[in-house]
């Protein structure tokens, strides 16, 4: 017993030793992850903080894009109202300052029509018109993105100035949409590796991604359920590149602060399977080990007892023939074949079992009659056996025999004094249950899998292989079952064996 009571407690210790190493692992790992997360953390807050910055810019960008349109619109309309005063002045300084304000345009295409959208007069424009001609058709549609300046000379008489952008304002209109694809591709394509999905105001149409995983990204529904799950993350950034062009842009953490966040748990889980991997193949080699260390001792312990046996059968033989008392004989005999059992029994450990369908009962009453008279007779023993008398089951009768063997030892041992030792078998459709019962000191409930361990026992002179022995028959070689079905310290205990029809 003192041998498991130190291995249990060196197991004790080396399990609170190595759960240390592991929690110092995870501990330090955890300091590694957050300061590696904050990095992220803080990578993606100034990534956030530059995009907001880059709106607010490109907002500016806008508001002086629509400040130049105004411009423009109230430049045609100083030209449009030159035009007005120009016929109605007659004096010369006043129609001089008129005909400089209409020269000094040459960026603003303006073409001028009277009432009936004749042309009268155009400028800046890169082709020649008719005079009197209509305007119409193309020409009319493209100058018509813009409402023409009406002005009226009199009730019954106007002329209509119509214009559109200027070089300089397509210019700019189309550095503002390189602008505009310049920064959704930054945005997506972020150094932070922050995933992104930009979407219009409604969240339900996606204009672009970056760092999306190709099967999602490829995926309409997975993409827009994402978009709810960065919302829930992080508050999306409006931008606004023009009026009815309204933008969002959903960020969420980068995979590596996500990966970070789960890794020691990851690696918690890693070093768990590898130490019950490790402690699974230890054991199964250590049983494998102890294993041939049974059987080798087993086959050893068979072998030396043939050759005295095969002496002693000569010498009963001689002592016949010298007409020694035949009950003598007899009783030398028995004891021989007594001991041929047990040398065939010991031959078996390490074999595979030959089981065959035997009549349990007869098995048990057989081992019991033989022990009885080996026994003191303050300890009474009963069989319980089913009504019919015979159960079949497969066994191996002298491995099995050897186990009944040792459970009665085993309960006359605990029996101080008077006692009784009670068997019942009992059945099932798939299995066949016989329990061992004593009335001696019992067993404390901490120790129902220890008795079992070799080397285990309360005699001061046992070996504490007896129940170690009967579970490896029965569990090995007749793939049963045997445990401690109950026992109440100072009352009694009762074992049960299961062994399948």
Same mark, same amino acid.
Not at 98 to 123: H, Q
Not at 356 to 381: F, H, M, W
């Given at each position: ?127 020649? %018109? *008719?005079?009197? =001609? ?9 100058? $018509? @993105?813009?409402? !023409? /300046? +009406? ?24 550095? %503002? *949409?390189?602008? =505009? ?9 972020? $150094? @932070?590796?922050? !995933? /992104? +999905? ?24 997975? %993409? ?278």
């Amino acid at each position: 017993m003192d041998i498991y009571y130190k291995k249990k407690r060196w197991k004790i210790i080396l399990g609170i030793i190595a759960l240390v190493i592991v929690m110092v692992s995870l501990w330090y790992s955890n300091i590694l992850a957050r300061h590696i997360a904050l990095d992220e953390r803080r990578n993606a807050t100034i990534w956030a903080d530059a995009i907001r910055n880059r709106v607010q810019l490109v907002h500016y960008t806008q508001e002086f894009f629509e400040q130049i349109k105004a411009d423009e619109r109230k430049h045609v309309e100083i030209l449009a109202e030159a035009f007005k005063r120009l016929g109605e002045t007659e004096e010369s300084e006043a129609m001089d300052f008129y005909l400089k304000i209409i020269s000094d345009n040459n960026t603003i295409p303006v073409i001028i029509t009277d009432s009936r959208d004749k042309i009268t007069l155009y400028a800046n424009l890169d082709m020649e %018109l *008719e005079p009197d =001609e209509i305007l119409a058709g193309e020409l009319k549609r493209e100058f $018509s @993105a813009f409402e !023409p /300046v +009406i002005v009226r000379l009199d009730p019954k008489n106007n002329i209509r100035v119509y214009y559109k952008e200027s070089k300089t304002f397509t210019q700019l209109r189309a550095y %503002l *949409e390189d602008l =505009e694809k310049s920064f959704i591709s930054e945005v997506v394509a972020n $150094s @932070a590796s922050v !995933p /992104v +999905i930009i979407t219009d105001m409604s969240r339900k149409h996606i204009v672009a991604t970056g760092n999306i995983d190709r099967s999602i990204a490829s995926n309409d529904e997975a %993409l827009l359920q994402m978009v709810q799950e960065m919302a829930s993350v992080n508050e999306p950034i409006e931008i606004q590149f023009s009026e009815g062009r309204q933008r969002l842009i959903f960020y969420k953490n980068s995979y590596l602060l996500t990966q970070l966040k789960y890794y020691p748990f990851f690696q918690f889980g890693v070093i768990v399977v590898f130490i019950t991997v490790a402690y699974l193949l230890f054991s199964t080699a250590r049983k494998s080990e102890q294993n041939q260390v049974w059987a080798g001792l087993a086959k050893e312990t068979a072998h030396q007892l043939g050759t005295p046996l095969s002496a002693i059968m000569a010498w009963i033989e001689i002592l016949k023939l010298n007409s020694v008392d035949e009950q003598i004989t007899d009783e030398m005999e028995k004891d021989v074949a007594r001991l041929q059992v047990i040398t065939e029994r010991f031959s078996k450990i390490g074999s595979a079992a030959n089981l065959q369908p035997v009549n349990i009962v007869e098995e048990i009453q057989g081992v019991a009659d033989y022990l009885k008279t080996r026994t003191t007779k303050k300890i009474k023993s009963e069989i319980h056996a089913p009504d019919q008398g015979s159960v079949i089951v497969p066994l191996n009768p002298q491995l099995f025999g050897w186990v009944i063997e040792n459970m009665w030892k085993n309960a006359a041992d605990a029996i101080s004094g008077e006692g009784i030792i009670e068997i019942a078998i009992s059945e099932d459709p798939k299995y066949v249950y016989v329990d061992f019962s004593d009335n001696g000191k019992g067993i404390h409930k901490s120790k129902y899998k220890s008795v079992f361990d070799p080397g285990v026992t309360s005699k001061q002179r046992g070996w504490g292989l007896g129940l170690s022995l009967a579970r490896r028959i029965i569990e090995d070689y007749h793939k049963g079952k045997i445990f401690i079905k109950s026992s109440v310290v100072g009352k009694g205990t009762t074992f049960r064996i299961m062994l399948r029809k």
